[in-house]
Structure formats: structure tokens, C-alpha cells
């Protein structure tokens, strides 16, 4: 269970969030939805150990999951500016997280499943923007976070990409994993029938899950 209490972030005068609570249950996918500005990265960047907040708590099975203590190997993140070394390869750098996550390389079928099988050995400044994304969504999910953060994850994927990642985030809600994901698309959000987290002013409106 993810429990977020009363998190508040300030930048300067800026107030960005004030207040912020909600919780996700293993397997339920989440969409944070706001304006631009509205604190979006902010939240999933707290949530991701990336920055600090200013006051409030959020806990994982009730571990804290803020703080330099907290239990990163559990947590997937992938940023919207995802940009990993140029010089790496897919496979290494999938090697990488596995080794930093104590965790095992994904299998043959998992790689394939989002369509990375081909380009592994090809530098990471060599692929294309939908292909880095589905390779730092794929790193995101080794070894089976109880919890995934994603930043925009469909930005830069084309129709077929969008259809792979609905059904790469159905699967790992399937499998228990809680799905957090900020996003401007609504057919995503209803494609996956995720319940609506909205940031409004530095707080969130609860809403029903979207059924497109």
C-alpha cells in the first residue's frame, strides 16, 4: 500500500504543493492530471527519492520510502526527460539498473514484449525517442518495483507504442505492482481505466476511474 501524507514542496515564494495525500493499492493504476505547473513531475519526483519535500510523508507497506533510508531497489522511476549515457547500450544499461537492484536481468520474453529485442547492442544516442522511452520503461521495471513512477511515459510513442505501453502497465498492475503515472493524455487514462488524481492549486481532487 501506498500511503502519500500531506507533502508539501515550496520553490522560493512558490507554493507548489500543499498538502498532499493519497493512496494506491497494489495493482491499481494511478493518473496524476493538472495543468502544466500544476506539480506533477514535482510529486513524482519526491515520490522517487529525486527531491526533498518540504513537510508531509509518504510510505511503501509502511516503510518510509523519503529520505536517503528508503527502499529505492522497490521503486521504478522514469522521468519525462529520461536520458540515460548516450554511449551505452540497451543491454547495458538494463545490466546496470539489475546490478544497482541486486535483481535479474530481464528475460528474452520481457525484453521482446516492448519491442527491444533488436536494438540492445545499438548505442543509446543511436535510438529513436520512442525506443529510449519503452528502454528506460523496461529498466524501470526490473526487478518488479512495488511501485511505478512515470512521467508523461507516452510522449513520443506512436499508436502502436501507446498499445504496447497500455499493456505493459496492465500487466504490471496485474502482477501487484502500483502504477502512479502524471500525464496530459486522456485516452492513455481512459484506455487504462486509471483512477484520476487531480492537482489543482497544490492539491489533489480525488476522482472515479476513467471508464473511455
Given at each position: 500500500m501506498l500511503v502519500v501524507s500531506g507533502l508539501a514542496k515550496r520553490f522560493g515564494r512558490k507554493r507548489v504543493l500543499e498538502g498532499v495525500s493519497f493512496e494506491g493499492a497494489p495493482g491499481e493504476l494511478c493518473a496524476l492530471v493538472g495543468d502544466n505547473g500544476s506539480g506533477k513531475s514535482t510529486l513524482l519526483s519526491i515520490l522517487a527519492g529525486q527531491l526533498e519535500a518540504d513537510a508531509g510523508d509518504a510510505t511503501l507497506d509502511g516503510t518510509s520510502i523519503l529520505g536517503r533510508s528508503a527502499p529505492r531497489s522497490?521503486?521504478?522511476?522514469?522521468?519525462?526527460?529520461?536520458?540515460?549515457?548516450?554511449?551505452?547500450?540497451?543491454?547495458?544499461?538494463?545490466?546496470?539498473?539489475?546490478?544497482?537492484?541486486?535483481?535479474?536481468?530481464?528475460?528474452?520474453?520481457?525484453?521482446?514484449?516492448?519491442?527491444?529485442?533488436?536494438?540492445l547492442d545499438q548505442p543509446i544516442a543511436s535510438l529513436s525517442l520512442g525506443q529510449r522511452r519503452r528502454l528506460c520503461l523496461r529498466a524501470a521495471l526490473v526487478g518488479e518495483p512495488a511501485l511505478l513512477l512515470l512521467d508523461e511515459p507516452s510522449n513520443g510513442l506512436d499508436i502502436d507504442g501507446v498499445a504496447v505501453l497500455s499493456k505493459t502497465l496492465e500487466d504490471a498492475a496485474t502482477a501487484g505492482t502500483i502504477v502512479v503515472l502524471a500525464t496530459h493524455d486522456r485516452e492513455l487514462v481512459a484506455r487504462l481505466g486509471a483512477r484520476i488524481l487531480e492537482l489543482e492549486r497544490g492539491s489533489i481532487r480525488d476522482q472515479a476511474a476513467s471508464t473511455g
Open positions: 522497490r521503486i521504478g522511476f522514469v522521468p519525462e526527460a529520461a536520458n540515460p549515457p548516450g554511449r551505452m547500450t540497451g543491454g547495458q544499461l538494463l545490466a546496470l539498473v539489475a546490478a544497482l537492484k541486486a535483481a535479474p536481468v530481464p528475460d528474452e520474453a520481457a525484453i521482446a514484449a516492448l519491442g527491444l529485442d533488436a536494438i
